[in-house]
């Protein structure tokens, strides 16, 4: 029952993904700006656990462009893959594994996530840019993986805790304070 369950969860965020990159679609600089196909990879990562928001984050891109011809398969696509299984897995692992399901460890596993998505996304296009004998500079770095997603970042640290914690109140995720006494059970 908990496989189909998190099988059922995954496809839904899959389908997601998919889905609300067409609602920035006509306007490319609002959807690079609101990341809109990370949020269901980090949701998924946190909701159904760390395997499943890899293999989602690892498809959806690769998908999308499959399906919608967007993002553009080289380079974008296959390094986008790799940094959103960094958030599926990275960010449903340490949530999962953090002490307490408190807004403090969700913020934590968010955080870490994002960073090390981004890191990998640019060891990925320095591989990939590198094979075609071009350059990915400090610069390009910078610019495609904070100064261009700062708002898509804010929106993310405000809309997933927000989201999690509507999931609480509808009790279907435990959230806890940080003093609450919490069993923790493997």
């Known amino acids: 029952m908990k496989t189909t369950k998190n099988l059922t969860l995954s496809a839904l965020f899959l ?35 760390p395997v499943y928001g890899l293999i989602i984050g690892l498809i959806l891109p690769i998908m999308r462009h499959f399906i919608f011809g967007m993002p553009p398969l080289y380079p974008t696509a296959i390094a986008m893959s790799f940094e959103l299984a960094t958030y599926g897995f990275v960010s449903g692992f340490m949530y999962k594994n953090s002490r307490w399901k408190c807004i403090i460890a969700l913020y934590e596993s968010l955080i870490i996530a994002m960073l090390l998505g981004r890191v990998v996304w640019g060891i990925v296009q320095i591989i990939l840019l590198g ?32 989201f999690m914690l509507a ?5 279907l995720v435990r959230i806890h304070r940080r003093n609450d006494k919490v069993t923790v059970t493997k």
């Open 15 to 49: 389908a997601l993904g998919l889905v609300l990159p067409l609602l920035t679609g006509q306007l490319q600089q609002l959807g690079n700006a609101f990341l809109p196909m990370h949020l269901p990879v980090f949701l998924c990562g946190l909701i159904v656990g």
């Open 167 to 171: 999931l609480h109140k509808m009790g």
């Open 131 to 162: 094979i075609n004998g071009k350059a990915f500079t400090w610069q390009m770095f910078m610019a495609g993986a904070f100064l261009n997603a700062i708002p898509g970042i804010v929106f993310q640290l405000i809309f997933i805790p927000s």
